[in-house]
Structure formats: C-alpha cells, structure tokens
C-alpha cells in the first residue's frame, strides 16, 4: 500500500467530506432512539456509509494505483452492507416484526465476506475487475477498470435488494397520511440516490470528469433524509404538527415507546422534571421516574389508564391526572391485529380543581352541621304535634325515612279535600311499588316510584272544593282548572334538587298524559312520557274506576278490565296493562287493605268521637 497524498485539499473530496458530516450529524440524531430497532439498523446503515465514504476520501488520496486497489477493494464491504442494512431498516419501518430471519442474515453476511476476500486476491485471479488502471484525465488519476461478469452479478443481487427495499418504503408512503406520505417519499428518494449513482458508473457516465460520481449522490442522499429527519421528525411517533399544538400545552406531554424508554416530550415535561429534554430522550420510564407514585408507576410501564397523583410538598404541591394511552397503527389489513407503537401520557394540572374540591368538602361539612340543628328543630316541633297525628303515625309505620313521610302527609292533606279519597294516595304507592317490582326495575328504583306516587296530585291544592267535591261532570272551565293541577304540582315540587321530589314532580307533570300523544298538559307520546309516569297513571286510573267517587259508582271487575283492555295502547303503555292483568290479585289486595274511607268517619276516628 503506497503513501497517501495529504497536500493541498483536492476539490474532489470536498463532496465526500460534506457527506461524511452529514452522516455524522445524523448519527448524533439517532443514538439517543437506538433502543428501537429500526433506528438501531439506520445507524449501523449510516456507520457503513460513513465507513464506505472514508474508503472513497482515501482511495482518492493514494498516489499509484496499488493503493488505489488496496482502498477500492475495502470499499466493498461497507457498501454492501449499506444495501442490507438499507433492506433491514425498511422492513422495521414498514411494520416487519424482524430486520432479517436468522438464515437470510447469514447468507448475506457471507456473500458480502466472500466478495471483500475475492476484491482483496483481485490481483491473483482477475475476477473482480478488468483491466485496472489510471485514469489521467482526471487530477492525480482515478482508478477506472471494466466490469466483470462477478461484477454484474454481484450488481445484480444488491441492486435487486435495494430495489425491494425502496419498494417498501414508497408503497409505506402511498398507504400513509399527507404529512407522512411526504416524509417516507424522502427516505425512498434519498435512498434512491446511491442506487443511481452506481448504476451510472456501472453505465460509464461521468460527472464532472469522474466516473465514480457516487459522492455527489450519497450528498444527495443525506440530504432527504436529513430534511425528513428534523423536517418531518423521521423517527418520532408525534405527527409534524407537534411544535404547533403539543409545545403549546401547558401540560406535560410525552411519548414512550415498546420498551419502555422516552422518546419525546414538550417543554412542560422538561420543566415538571427539571430536566433537559435533551437528557430526557433515550431515557428509561423506570429510572426517570422512580420517586413517582407506585400506581403512576405501574400506568407508565405496563399498561394504560388514568390515576391522580400530587408531587412535591405543601406548599406548592401539585396535582395532576396522569391520562395514559396506547399508540397502535394498523396497515388496514382487515381482521389483522394493530400494531402497538407505544403510549402518549398527558398530565392533566389539577391542582385548582383539587383546592375546590377541598373547600366543597369544608362548606358541605357545614352545611351538613346546620341541616342537623335545623332537622333536630323541625323534629321538636313535630314531637309537639304527634298525639294529633294518630292518624299519620299509623301510616307512617310501613313508610322509611323522614322525607317520604312528609310528603306522604302532604299528599294525604291535599287528598283530604276530597269527601271520598282519603286512602287514595296510599293504595297508588302501593300499587306503584307492585307495578315496578313486576316491571324489573332495581329496589332502589321501586321504592323511588313507590315513595314519589303519593304527590302525583299535589297540584289539587289550587284547585277549589267546589270543583273538587262537585258530584256531576265538569264544564269546559272546570275541567280547564283541573287539568291545571299537574302543572302546579310540577311547579311544587320540580324547585328541589333531590331524586326523589325530582321524580315526584316529574309523575305530578305526566301521570295525565296517554301514550297515544291524547293526555294533557304536553301531549307526550309513548317512551317519551317516564316510566315513572306511565306507571302512576296506570295505577291512578285502576283506583279511580275501582273505587267510589263523589261523582261516581265503583266499576265491576270485568268493566274494569274491558276497559283496560280498550285503552291499551291508547291511554296506557301495552306492557304495563299485561302486567296490571297478570298482577290483578295483588292490586285486589291492596284496594281490601286500605278501603275507602269517607272523610267524616276518618276525622270521627282520628278524634275519638
């Protein structure tokens, strides 16, 4: 091997020397990613590229053509490589589970072996090039020799490799967004460079006087995959519009990858860590958040979901819903499971929300304090009045809790009015609680509806006794000033917040109303109207023709039936008239436990007269 020629900077090796810093500015870019597969087989790809440009810069350097052939045939190798670690990276990048199988790696590894020993013993059998020589049109000569039909074969092979791979990459571009369409053309195109480049000097075409010309394309090359590098962030998992929206937020957001390590993160993550993203990058989850909570911990290494967690100490301490999710991407292959990228955690400040929730636990605990002083006021007062109560105590036996017995006491006095109805709320509730236990509702539920029926005609209280009490039909007006207690009750009762006034309101407002659109006051149809509704005017029109009126006769059972059975569908919900049918003995038993009562007889019984 003869002595390199180091005077004066040929304007020759210019171009490889800016490829060699590209390739070693891009190299610098990738290793805190090397973790990944695909990024670890690009940098051995730009190691080798690097490896194969230092050949060119030496090959040009050396003074006779011994050494021009020594630095030509170490070229061989890294070249090759290139092609086959250019075929491992697009199979990563395109979604292969693996760069190469075992054997496939093998045979390559020895081919390219096998080449570099052939090109170094050129000179014994000729097989690698014909002809060698200098050529001395160009400054200080270039080493220019036929092609052999080794040469084309080898050509062959790798030449049908780099094509594959190029395949890969641009049908990976045509199956992709707009943004990532732009970015996987790049990488095909500059690698689509050094593919020409060897062809034209295979051809014989010459670029400025040299007919290795593959400087000028690897230059090419880095180029494209430089600006769809920093351009089109090549490697990261956020989309290009991550400097617009995800440095904007003010929470911390980050992107970690299959096997556990940071990819990426904006600003806020930075600050929140008080860490460089630069350091942060590449990091592993488990070492960078260590002294984390272990249920955040848990999220960020093995699975997605959400926690609350608090960092640092009060004061100042802060609050955030740590919101994990998983990145899949899928080729659109259906049936064909999603590929799993990695997860995107979002930390979510809630530090104010935090401190409200504090000072609503404050004013609720004293706003609980006061209602005790106020219930154990209002429960005085009640004991003051219970011997007149003899009546409502009684009822009140099978009733639970202190708001279902006021609002039973309301409805019976409402109730009372009427010469009539006195029993009348009571049979309603418990028919109610029949119809929606046999209806499949939940306990909870029935005793809802049960406890909510009594108040479905609150809204009577408006109405006069004239109108109430009048034993024939009612005139247009009268029946316009009756209908008029479904809205009051509404009015009444829909002011309280609590479920089951709410429910009592909501039955008052449609117990009227048909499922045909004919009821009153709105004029609802079917499923529109509650089912609480539905079923309270079911059970209030059974009562009302099973009972006596002041302004009518009890109906016979089979009337009562045949007329159920002609307003199903028209008045009534179908299902709950099959289950009034099914259900009539228990219904019977209610009207024989609580009968009517006339007003004058249950005051004569309440005073002991």
């Not at 400040?349 to 605990?365: K, M, P, Y």
């Not at 479905?456 to 009490?469: A, R």
């Amino acid at each position: 091997m003869s002595a390199l020629n180091f005077g004066p900077l040929r304007i020759s090796t210019i171009p490889y020397l800016i490829c060699l810093l590209l390739c070693f500015l891009l190299a610098l870019n990738f290793i805190p990613g090397r973790k990944r597969p695909e990024v670890r087989v690009f940098l051995w790809l730009i190691l080798c590229e690097s490896a194969w440009i230092v050949g060119f810069i030496l090959e040009l350097l050396a003074q006779d053509i011994q050494g021009k052939l020594f630095w030509d045939s170490v070229q061989f190798a890294p070249s090759l490589a290139c092609t086959v670690f250019l075929l491992g990276f697009a199979r990563l990048y395109t979604g292969c589970p693996k760069a190469f199988k075992p054997l496939e790696l093998t045979a390559l590894l020895v081919i390219i072996a096998a080449i570099s020993v052939l090109s170094f013993t050129d000179g014994l059998h000729g097989l690698v090039r014909a002809s060698p020589y200098l050529d001395s049109s160009v400054v200080q000569g270039e080493l220019a020799y036929d092609f052999t039909f080794l040469d084309w074969l080898i050509f062959t092979l790798f030449y049908a490799i780099s094509l594959w791979s190029l395949f890969l990459l641009l049908r990976k571009g045509a199956r992709s967004h707009a943004a990532s369409r732009i970015k996987h053309t790049l990488v095909a195109i500059g690698f689509m460079f050094p593919v020409l480049g060897i062809l034209g000097s295979m051809l014989g075409l010459r670029i400025l006087g040299h007919r290795d010309f593959s400087a000028f394309t690897l230059v090419l090359a880095n180029i494209c995959i430089a600006f769809a590098l920093f351009r089109y962030r090549l490697f990261n998992l956020l989309p290009l519009a991550r400097r617009l929206i995800v440095e904007s937020l003010h929470d911390p957001v980050m992107v970690i990858d299959t096997d556990g390590v940071l990819v990426d993160c904006n600003r806020a993550m930075g600050a929140l860590l008080k860490i460089r993203r630069g350091r942060l990058r590449g990091s592993a989850v488990s070492s960078v958040f260590s002294s984390w909570p272990s249920d955040a911990k848990e999220i960020l290494q093995e699975c997605s979901g959400e926690c609350r967690i608090s960092l640092g100490s009060s004061p100042g301490q802060q609050h955030f819903m740590l919101d994990c999710a998983t990145l899949e991407k899928s080729d659109g292959t259906p049936g064909q499971e999603a590929a799993v990228l990695g997860k995107v955690v979002v930390l979510r400040d809630i530090s104010d929300i935090v401190e409200a929730e504090r000072s609503l636990h404050t004013w609720n605990d004293a706003l609980e304090s006061r209602i005790h002083e106020r219930t154990e006021a209002l429960e005085a007062e009640v004991l003051k009045s219970r011997q007149a109560e003899a009546k409502l105590r009684s009822a009140g036996q099978n009733i639970h809790g202190t708001q279902r017995e006021i609002m039973l006491t309301l409805a019976e006095l409402v109730e009372s009015r009427s010469k009539e109805t006195a029993n009348h709320v009571l049979r309603v509730a418990e028919y109610a609680r029949i119809m929606s236990e046999v209806r499949g509702l939940a306990p909870e539920e029935v005793s809802l509806v049960a406890d909510a029926a009594p108040m479905h005609d609150l809204g009577k209280i408006v109405v006069p006794d004239g109108i109430l009490n009048k034993p024939g039909s009612l005139s247009a007006d009268e029946m316009e000033l009756m209908r008029t207690h479904t809205t009051v009750g509404y009015e009444i009762l829909s002011k309280s917040e609590r479920s089951l006034i709410k429910t009592a309101a909501l039955i008052a407002l449609e117990h009227h109303e048909h499922w045909d659109g004919g009821g009153y006051p709105q004029g609802m149809v079917g499923t529109t109207i509650s089912l609480a509704g539905r079923i309270v005017c079911v059970c209030d029109v059974f009562d009302a023709l099973a009972m006596t009126r002041i302004y009518k006769d009890a109906w016979e059972l089979p009337r009562i039936y045949e007329f159920f059975r002609d307003q199903k569908g028209r008045m009534f919900d179908p299902e709950l008239v099959d289950l009034l049918f099914l259900n009539l003995d228990r219904f019977l038993a209610v009207a024989a436990k609580y009968p009517e009562v006339p007003l004058d007889a249950r005051i004569h019984e309440g005073t002991g007269a």
